[in-house]
């Protein structure tokens, strides 16, 4: 599951169609994602899973969550 607490600190701009961006939307409000950004990291983190980069986290997923790359701290000395 993506680390809650992981900054952002890079931004993504892409150019799409307005077909791609209704479909977007559509899902959007479908799935209840909180905005266009979230539900673009929840696409993007299931086709990388999908691809076998990484899992994806179970049910019980809040707003916060949908982040991408779950950047967990080092715990050796």
Same mark, same amino acid.
């Given at each position: 599951?993506?680390?809650?607490? %992981?900054? $952002?600190? @890079? $931004?993504?701009?892409?150019?799409?169609? @307005?077909?791609? #961006? +209704?479909? #977007?939307?559509?899902? &959007?409000? +479908?799935?209840?994602?909180?905005? &266009?950004?979230?539900?673009? $990291?929840? #696409? #993007?983190? $299931?086709?990388?899973?999908?691809?076998?980069?990484?899992?994806?986290?179970?049910?019980?997923?809040?707003? &916060?969550?949908?982040?991408?790359?779950? %950047?967990?701290?080092?715990?050796?000395?």
């Amino acid at each position: 599951m993506p680390d809650s607490g %992981s900054k $952002r600190l @890079e $931004r993504l701009q892409v150019m799409i169609s @307005e077909e791609e #961006l +209704k479909a #977007l939307d559509d899902w &959007r409000f +479908k799935s209840h994602m909180p905005s &266009r950004a979230a539900a673009v $990291r929840e #696409l #993007l983190k $299931r086709g990388l899973a999908a691809e076998g980069y990484f899992s994806i986290a179970g049910d019980g997923s809040s707003s &916060r969550d949908f982040g991408v790359i779950s %950047s967990k701290p080092d715990k050796s000395p």
